[in-house]
């Protein structure tokens, strides 16, 4: 069998000279079985002129392909590639009748059984040239159309998808989109299929979708399966939200916050874009072993069903699952009304959303304090993927991005974090009136349509008579961060003040603010803010100050710009003393920002950090910002950085803070910050015996009462310090035979400080096929742990060629999984940097994987310098 063709940019800009493609009508048969369906596709498409070009499509099976009624050799299929020689000019219909697989590994229709209940759901990701394991397609992003669907699912399902479905079987009714399972948003439950089908009535039905306006194909989308729906209506269109039935009582309990940010983010979209909402209909499906947080498909945005929350959730958390709904809407304009025109630009689409999304959820919800959030933990991801080799332009140069393969490895912190930060820079520079001006110019021209980098840039320019051009070349075209630092002179003639000025290393201009603070003269623990100082960087410019030298001087105060930000030595004095005394968390955001660029760069021993962390995290009121600062601590100072005569002193000092802030939060008036604290305690545990207790009270003392979350949670931890065994983990499976129990419990058996469990742990890995990706990545997390490094060691070797060949054999997405989740991280050694390098140079090695394993072995490096004394 020919291999599979990754999709040149070469290859698509001359079939989109070619081509012009109006429109899909697909036929889905769901009812065939396990592991296959039916699909069957008429493409109707022009050639403006005579000439050969191909269709791609991975089927199991490609019974039969007629061209304008004419049959096509099946056995010309080669790879994914189907030649379509002496097109003559002008209009085509290709009809095409295959056989597909379903997915376990959340790309193409994936196929999920839910062991709650054994209901079956499928949905689709068709991203990045997944469409072609479900139906033919022109498959690139210029190349829009519009889609229809026809589904034949078992009669209790129902199908959704981009537009409108109705169900056209005698028992549906007319103009219901969402007939099975549904209540309104009310919170009135029908408690049956409104179709008159009861639930687990054998037979099938029919749903036909409403037409799309012209979208890619990697946004065509259908979900189907007896969700559970909660709707209503809004500015005069449908909204649906949908989940497993198995979680419906949890998605009720959240549904009107759900839709009440749905809807305050869909007012405040059209009250900022120019352009209204362009599709019929606007539903969220929240959907199982999902890859990715969310897809922006049309009408039919796509979630992992973990934002449906079994258990207690902090309010950052469902911050966080705001933004991402934030997110997902503003790509109905970013990225579906106006798509990019090849994969270099994917910026255009996701560091927009990421702005937009943090931004809007900002002005129109209760969420105010997005960007504290960003910023002490969204931005260090783009910081992060910066620095490592792997870097690349946030818009890249299209030659850098030759084909589709490689495109897909540029969804990382620098298309998501560092383009939402360089946004955030361009509105300080540019002024909001001017930014939200060229967006709309940009939608106006190019609507329903494809743009680029340049046309996005042209579009700003008309607004503004700053050099636009300019700015999109040093920011969008360059790579690295910038570090600033202040120099601070008291004056010596006598007369009060200090003079400022800013050394940047790097090349790029930046807006930022600079806070000037002094103790409080009551409360030498309190930092008063005296001033901001409104700075360009770079400037000829000293600035000059009045008064005493402060006791802090912060750059990049407001967290405006995308750098990395040092303190002068009477700063780090200061900011290491009375760091919870400032005023503003987001202040507090970007010094714990800048402390952990100082610990990453070898500037700031791991101790010093965990002392000020201990020092200062008890008393901090802003959950984002003790959140962020505990995973550093837990999962890089203690997991990574720490030398292992430290380890044990890392880890009693993350169970201290827990335990400080856990006396806090007694009297019950901070429940997120007190299940931080228990989350921290527990992963931090080094003894069995008060978890233990804990697990057997079924509760925390003083609360909270365990769910199944903290069971977990809890039961992991005690596996990895030999505290339980099989027997237990059996019993809570039976206690939560859920699908997140199944994972709990495959986390745990891997977890277990045997021989034998990691024996079997590794079988399954490398060797079992059939294990989905979500069940993958559970027994990957239980598989390493730093307790363990004996045990382990001598499988670390056996990583690579094992990675290499099961991504080989399974594909981008587990191979992303062996490289994200099953990289033996924590092995802080050369031995594995160096197997790990010789490893990508094995010539069989998958894209993705060789990514993510340059990306590791990048950290692992940092970490041994890290360690240096």
Not at 135 to 144: E, G, N, R, S, T
Not at 522 to 539: A, G, I, T, Y
Not at 592 to 601: A, E, I, P
Not at 712 to 732: C, H, P, T
Request: charged share 25%; glycine share 6%; net charge negative.
């Amino acid at each position: 069998m020919a291999p599979m063709s990754a999709l040149t940019r070469n290859e698509a800009q001359h079939r989109a000279q070619l081509l012009d493609v109006h429109h899909y009508a697909v036929t889905l048969d769901l009812t065939g079985g396990d592991e296959t369906f039916d699909s069957t596709t008429v493409i109707r498409f022009s050639a403006r002129a005579a000439g050969d070009t191909f269709l791609e499509l991975k089927p199991d099976e490609l019974r039969s392909v007629t061209l304008d009624g004419h049959p096509l050799d099946t056995a010309s299929l080669s790879g994914n590639r189907l030649p379509l020689t002496g097109l003559a000019e002008g209009p085509h219909e290709l009809r095409a009748d295959t056989r597909m697989r379903y997915s376990r590994t959340g790309e193409g229709l994936h196929r999920f059984t839910d062991p709650a209940d054994g209901e079956t759901y499928v949905y689709s990701q068709m991203f990045l040239d997944d469409v072609q394991r479900v139906f033919p397609a022109f498959d690139q992003p210029d190349l829009k159309a519009v889609f229809e669907f026809t589904v034949t699912a078992p009669a209790h399902w129902t199908v959704l998808a981009n537009g409108i479905t109705t169900r056209t079987d005698e028992a549906a009714v007319a103009d219901d989109k969402h007939a099975t399972g549904a209540r309104d948003a009310t919170g009135a439950t029908d408690g049956t299929d409104r179709t008159g089908t009861e639930h687990g009535d054998p037979g099938s039905a029919v749903w036909r979708s409403a037409p799309t306006p012209p979208i890619p194909t990697y946004l065509a989308a259908v979900a189907a399966g007896p969700w559970h729906s909660v709707t209503t209506e809004h500015a005069g269109l449908p909204f649906g939200i949908h989940c497993r039935r198995s979680l419906a009582p949890h998605m009720d309990d959240d549904a009107d916050e759900i839709l009440s940010v749905t809807t305050a983010c869909f007012d405040r979209y059209q009250q900022k874009f120019t352009e209204p909402y362009p599709f019929d209909s606007y539903d969220q499906a929240f959907v199982p072993e999902f890859n990715s947080g969310a897809m922006e498909n049309p009408g039919l945005v796509t979630f992992r069903d973990e934002f449906i929350y079994r258990s207690a959730v902090t309010d950052t958390e469902r911050q966080t699952r705001a933004m991402v709904i934030a997110h997902e809407m503003a790509h109905m304009w970013f990225g579906d009304l106006v798509t990019l025109r090849w994969f270099d630009d994917i910026w255009l689409n996701e560091s927009f959303a990421e702005y937009m999304g943090y931004q809007t959820l900002a002005e129109a919800t209760r969420f105010t304090g997005t960007w504290t959030e960003f910023g002490v933990a969204r931005k260090s991801w783009g910081y992060d993927a910066d620095q490592r080799p792997s870097t690349h332009p946030v818009a890249p140069a299209p030659e850098d991005v030759p084909d589709t393969a490689s495109a897909l490895l540029n969804f990382d912190g620098i298309s998501y974090a560092k383009g939402a930060s360089v946004l955030r820079q361009l509105v300080a520079w540019l002024g909001e009136k001017d930014f939200l001006a060229g967006i709309n110019t940009h939608f106006a021209r190019h609507k329903f349509a494809n743009a680029s980098l340049a046309d996005f840039v042209d579009s700003l320019a008309v607004h503004t008579d700053r050099d636009v051009h300019a700015w999109a070349d040093i920011w969008l075209r360059t790579t690295g961060i910038d570090t600033l630092t202040p120099k601070i002179e008291v004056n010596t003639d006598g007369a009060p003040g200090w003079t400022l000025t800013v050394d940047r290393r790097g090349s790029r201009p930046h807006r930022i603010a600079a806070g000037v603070y002094d103790r409080d003269p009551v409360d030498s623990r309190v930092l008063e803010l005296r001033e901001l100082l409104d700075l360009d960087v770079p400037s000829d410019e000293v600035v000059s100050v009045g008064g005493p030298r402060p006791a802090l001087l912060l750059l990049n105060d407001a967290d405006f710009t995308y750098a990395k930000v040092r303190l002068d030595e009477t700063s780090v004095e200061t900011a290491l003393r009375n760091l919870s005394g400032l005023p503003d968390p987001l202040t507090r955001a970007v010094v714990w920002n800048s402390l952990r660029d100082m610990v990453r760069d070898g500037e700031l021993s791991p101790p010093e950090y965990l002392a000020t962390a201990e020092a200062h995290l008890p008393g901090e009121d802003d959950l984002a910002v003790v959140q962020g600062v505990l995973a550093f601590a837990r999962t890089q100072i203690a997991d990574r950085y720490a030398a292992p005569e430290e380890r044990s002193a890392a880890l009693a000092t993350i169970t201290s803070i827990a335990r400080a802030l856990l006396r806090r939060t007694e009297d019950g008036s901070e429940p997120g910050l007190r299940l931080a604290a228990v989350r921290a305690f527990i992963d931090s545990a080094t003894q069995p015996d008060t978890l233990a207790a804990w697990l057997a009270d079924d509760t925390v003392p003083g609360g909270p009462e365990l769910d199944p979350e903290l069971r977990w949670r809890i039961l992991a931890r005690l596996s990895v310090l030999g505290a339980v065994g099989e027997r237990e983990i059996d019993a809570a499976l039976a206690a939560d035979p859920s699908a997140t129990g199944e994972e709990g419990a495959a986390r745990c058996r891997a977890a277990l400080p045997t021989a034998e469990a990691k024996a079997v742990a590794w079988q399954r890995l490398f060797h079992d096929d059939s294990l989905s990706n979500y069940l993958f990545t559970a027994v990957a997390q239980g598989f390493w742990q730093p307790e363990q490094a004996d045990l382990v060691r001598d499988y670390v070797p056996r990583y690579y060629p094992e990675a290499v060949a099961l991504g080989a054999r399974r594909g981008p997405a587990i191979g992303d999984a062996a490289g994200r989740w099953a990289f033996p991280a924590y092995a802080i050694d050369q031995a594995n940097l160096q197997a790990g390098r010789a490893c990508l140079t094995d010539p069989a090695i998958l894209p993705t994987l060789r990514r993510k394993l340059d990306d590791q072995l990048a950290d692992l490096s940092r970490a041994l310098h890290v360690r240096r004394p």
